[in-house]
């Protein structure tokens, strides 16, 4: 068999029109066009029986931030809640997993897909698991599963997307070779691979090989600024590389470019941590803050993913007087305490950062470098990458400037 193609994605429940939304879905979202979210719970809507499209879109709308009282999650939340009780086994381990998911116990839904993988190919439970480790800054326990996935499904239908995975994993513990030569793997599989792409960007950002990147990135622009959800990340990537050839302004063009295309709220941290950096670098931002503490004024996606939260913070923190500013911060000091996974780390993690970035704003650098210090490694547990959350130690190298005694 060809590991080439698309996953096999296993026997689904469902009418035959969510059998083929299911298989659309995934090609959308494996390729980032188009909107598998919708397309998933369009299908979950007039199908009584199709558990695992509201699965899908109600997985991938937490990851994005969505409150959990929102009509559309809520919505599909419950479809799953009430049709999991006459699903075969496969599907009720990921009606439990996505339960917790909800609940803000991050970890423990992984463990859930981590079981259906452990018994069966099961490229959904595989998927999941892998973006929810990245959720919350798991690295080791996302290497681990994509290693034992990478194996089951070597010379299986979709293996490249596996192995792509499985390079984005090596690359955040260090292993920068392993995750190059597989990238690349999967890459010559289905050159549209934008996530294995992705992990090469990641592995020339991590070994400083501006020339490497920009080949990678500028060789095949036309291919990947297609792939329209992901693409603002991958020009963010390459504006990285711009700025440590000394391109300021080439970087500062990949900001304006992007702006009319950052729509959702992972596509305006890429835009705040690139104006960030770009100031840290001596750049003039103009006036480019008031257009992106407007766009953070009016996200929905606010105190409920620590990475949204941490970046909607930088902005506010540049735009003190914005009339948004006051009520965001309010409300994250406002945020119900609770028990869960998720609130111990906006607890212990995220509002220390939260006040870290507005003190720095504030001039106080000395308050800046004393907050994160007391943090620690435990900083991963916003999620991200770590090129992403570089913009932590940048800003703590660039208060020691200010602040020669801190």
């Keep these: 068999m060809s590991a080439a193609g698309l996953p096999d994605l296993g026997p689904v429940r469902g009418e035959p029109a969510s059998v083929e939304a299911w298989a659309r879905g995934w090609e959308q979202y494996l390729h980032y066009r188009g909107d598998p979210v919708a397309v998933m719970s369009e299908a979950g809507e007039r199908d009584e029986s199709f558990v695992m499209g509201p699965v899908f879109a109600s997985v991938y709308r937490v990851l994005a931030g969505t409150p959990v009282g929102s009509p559309a999650l809520a919505e599909d939340a419950a479809r799953v809640r009430e049709r999991a009780g006459g699903s075969a086994d496969r599907e009720r381990v990921h009606a439990r997993a996505l339960e917790l998911l909800v609940a803000g116990e991050f970890t423990a839904a992984t463990r859930s897909w981590e079981e ?18 990245l959720h919350v800054g798991e690295a080791d326990a996302r290497l681990a599963s994509s290693s034992r996935a990478v194996e089951a499904w070597r010379g299986e239908p979709g293996w490249g997307f596996v192995a792509g995975q499985h390079a984005f994993a090596l690359e955040e513990v260090g292993r920068y070779d392993e995750a190059e030569d597989l990238g690349r793997q999967a890459l010559s599989l289905d050159p549209d691979d934008l996530w294995a792409r992705h992990a090469l960007a990641h592995v020339y950002e991590s070994t400083d090989d501006t020339p490497a990147a920009r080949e990678l990135l500028e060789g095949s622009v036309e291919r990947w600024n297609a ?38 709220a992972f596509q305006l941290c890429d835009q705040t941590s690139l104006l960030w950096r770009l100031e840290l670098g001596g750049c003039n931002a103009g006036d480019r803050w008031d257009g992106l503490a407007d766009r953070w004024d009016g996200v929905a996606e606010r105190h409920t993913c620590g990475f949204l939260d941490v970046h909607a913070a930088v902005a506010f923190a540049r735009r003190p007087q914005h009339p948004g500013a006051r009520l965001w911060f309010e409300g994250l000091a406002e945020r119900e305490a609770g028990a869960s996974e998720n609130d111990t780390t906006f607890a212990e993690v995220v509002a220390p950062l939260v006040e870290a970035f507005r003190s720095y704003g504030e001039g106080g650098s000395a308050r800046f470098v004393r907050l994160v210090d007391g943090l620690g490694s435990a900083v991963s547990r916003i999620g991200g990458s770590i090129a992403q959350r570089d913009l932590i130690p940048l800003t703590r190298q660039a208060a020691e400037r200010q602040d020669p005694g801190v």
């Design 116 to 133: 259906i993988a452990a018994g069966e190919q099961d490229f959904a439970a595989v998927r999941f698991a892998h973006d929810v480790y």
């Design 227 to 264: 792939q329209e959800l992901f693409a603002t990340h991958i020009w963010w990537h390459l504006a990285l590389r711009l700025l440590a050839a000394g391109d300021a302004a080439g970087a500062l063009a990949v900001f304006d470019e992007r702006r009319p295309h950052a729509k959702t």
